[in-house]
């Protein structure tokens, strides 16, 4: 197989790899990616409140749940997502539930136990080179969306 150059269409390819995975892992659940996520940044909110104890990456700016996820992950629907994780008991309010966490971890373990094997294949070097590139890649595509918006 030839060696895809760095770039959207390798991301966009790695990105689709890993949401064929998560979809597999989330079938069982009813959940679908867009509800993973809204689940996963309500977890990450928590954690800033909660001390941080998830290593969250998100700041709780005092909106609400939908709007954080709509200017975080750009889900429009993110209203009737957070509804949907209500309505299955995963939310209360905008707060995860005793549920919601418990499936966010067996859904990860699943995740982790086909993705940690190719992971731990990397070099390390080559790891956090990629971890580097990635995370530049996504602070200057937020940042050319935060200035078309404007």
Known sequence: MDQIPFGPQLVGETEKALDALLRRELAPTGLTPRH??????????DGVRDGGALGAR???????????????????DAPRLVGD?????????????CAGRDLVDVVQARVRA???PVLADLPPA???????????????????????AT
């Open 114 to 116: 086909v993705v940690g």
């Open 36 to 45: 993973w996520v809204t689940l996963r940044l309500a977890l990450q909110r």
């Open 58 to 76: 998100s700041p709780d700016d005092g909106t609400g749940l939908a709007e954080h996820v709509i200017a975080r992950a750009h889900l429009d």
């Open 126 to 148: 080559d790891a956090a080179a990629a971890a580097r590139a990635l995370d530049a890649l996504r602070a200057g595509v937020r940042r050319a969306l935060a200035a078309a």
């Open 85 to 97: 994780l209500r309505a299955a008991g995963l939310l209360d309010g905008d707060e995860p539930t």
